[in-house]
């Protein structure tokens, strides 16, 4: 079947043809694709990338400056860095693939992007532990619940955290081996939960890279919207993978760099004046802190992803 073309930006019907020539003899060189599914994403690649080139008409210079772009992404990407994935980020491709593979479920939360700093065996902390380490900030005491759709309390389930410094780091990003800002714990019998985090800041996406100076080129900030990860598991309930954000950080207005605010996920931050308990008698060292809470509810099984 002959596909769209673009002989309305000035070019032949002749020079059409030929573009379009091409186009089809690259479709059908998988035509005999063993598996259904590549072959369909294969084809569909195609079709979309040769639109895209004849639609911008683009030059070979542009073409090589891509080139170059790509290669300079796989320069930077190591087992530490991955600029591919923040390119995926900064052009709202993750969160795209999130939104599709995450329909709305009920009354289920909501999932954003996952990010390049988790990392496998954070620690284990008991309720009510302390994720900061050497992580500095203000401390924030964060509490909710993980349940399912129909409101039955989740009883271990697994909750990771992790978090960015008030410097805007993450502990993978200094050059000692520290683990801070990040742990994992298990909630109740009756499905609560609660730590001490850092009430978050907002910082750069890595920017020194090729995504970073694509970014400056059009005009574009790497800040995220203050925010605190999470990635919550249970058996028979859908995975979780998202943040909450600060309600009235200007960055969220301002816009987040890879697009992963939802509105379901502002919560309030509620900073508490110098000298107030806490809720577990902690002492916080005549320093401000903040509580916030963030209920979680599961969508049932891994059959809807
Ligand atoms: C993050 O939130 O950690 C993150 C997300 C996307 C790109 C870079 C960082
Ligand atoms: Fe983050």
Known sequence: MSETTHAGNGISTEQAGVEQELVDTVLASFDKAEDPRLMEVMQALTRHLHNFLREVRLTEAEWNTGIDFLTAAGHITDDKRQEFVLLSDVLGASMQTIAMNNQAYKGATEATVFGPFFLEDAPEIPLGGDIAGAAAGQPCWVEGTVTDTSGNPVPGARIEVWEADEDGFYDVQYSDSRIAGRAHLFTAEDGSYAFWGLTPTPYPIPHDGPVGKM?????RSPIRASHLHFMVTAEGLRPLVTHIFVEGDPQIEIGDSVFGV???????????????PTPDGRDVHSQSWARTRFDIVLAPGSDLR
């Open 215 to 219: 970014l400056k080129a059009v005009g």
């Open 262 to 276: 939802k509105n379901s996920l502002i919560k309030k931050f509620e900073t508490q004046p110098v000298g107030t």
